[in-house]
T-cell receptor
Framework: KAGVTQTPRYLIKTRGQQVTLSCSPI?????VSWYQQTPGQGLQFLFE???????NKGNFPGRFSGRQFSNSRSEMNVSTLELGDSALYLC?????????????FGSGTQLSVL | GDSVTQMEGPVTLSEEAFLTINCTYTATGYPSLFWYVQYPGEGLQLLLKATKADDKGSNKGFEATYRKETTSFHLEKGSVQVSDSAVYFC???????????????FGKGTLLTVNP
């Protein structure tokens, strides 16, 4: 069974641009979460989607948005990029929304903002 | 709000040494506690978890016990190997937030390097 797939693996953008990252969950998983990982702040929760609906959102500005499609694939978008948005963005999936379910993480998209 | 504090390291050990990585937490409800491991260039993998007080999670020789009285979940391994070199993250999910608000709160991570 394929794991969580994130594309692209690496991305370089300049300030002010926007970017879209993609995440394909494990087959059969309907919940997708996004996390931002930086050396200074560590891992921070961005949002979670289930059945195409955002269920929870972390403390990030409105420039960060996401969506989920009917096949459970998810995208996150960051508009008007800032230098501080440089980070590893991790996607994680799980079967449903039970609190006891295990999260499976992808390898991430490394975003560099110049 | 919820928070996790873990020793940031880096930690450097010789093969077969004893490992302890300290983790303490603050939570408003009744959290589940986790240790995740991240190998270079990879995403996070769940190493072990404990869902209630006094539970012991264990996997691959690693252990951690949920101590409510000290709000701690320290990771231990009796004899580390070179292949254990990775970044280790302590995390919690607060069940009091309800299933609809599920998220993980992570510590900053501890880099472990094991030398042969």
């Amino acid at each position: 069974k394929a794991g969580v797939t994130q594309t692209p693996r690496y991305l370089i953008k300049t300030r002010g641009q926007q970017v879209t990252l993609s995440c394909s969950p494990i087959s059969g998983h309907r919940s997708v979460s996004w996390y931002q990982q930086t050396p200074g702040q560590g891992l921070q929760f961005l949002f979670e989607y289930f059945s195409e609906t955002q269920r929870n959102k972390g403390n990030f500005p409105g420039r960060f948005s996401g969506r989920q499609f009917s096949n459970s694939r998810s995208e996150m978008n960051v508009s008007t990029l800032e230098l501080g948005d440089s980070a590893l963005y991790l996607c994680a999936s799980r079967v449903g929304i039970s609190t006891n379910e295990k999260l499976f993480f992808g390898s991430g998209t490394q975003l560099s903002v110049l | 709000g919820d928070s996790v504090t873990q020793m940031e390291g880096p930690v450097t050990l010789s093969e077969e040494a004893f490992l302890t990585i300290n983790c303490t937490y603050t939570a408003t409800g009744y959290p589940s506690l986790f240790w995740y491991v991240q190998y270079p260039g990879e995403g996070l993998q769940l190493l072990l978890k404990a869902t209630k007080a006094d539970d012991k999670g264990s996997n691959k020789g690693f252990e951690a016990t949920y101590r409510k009285e000290t709000t701690s979940f320290h990771l231990e391994k009796g004899s580390v190997q070179v292949s254990d070199s990775a970044v280790y993250f302590c995390a919690l999910s607060d069940l009091n937030s309800g299933g609809s608000n599920y998220k993980l709160t992570f510590g900053k991570g501890t880099l472990l390097t094991v030398n042969p």
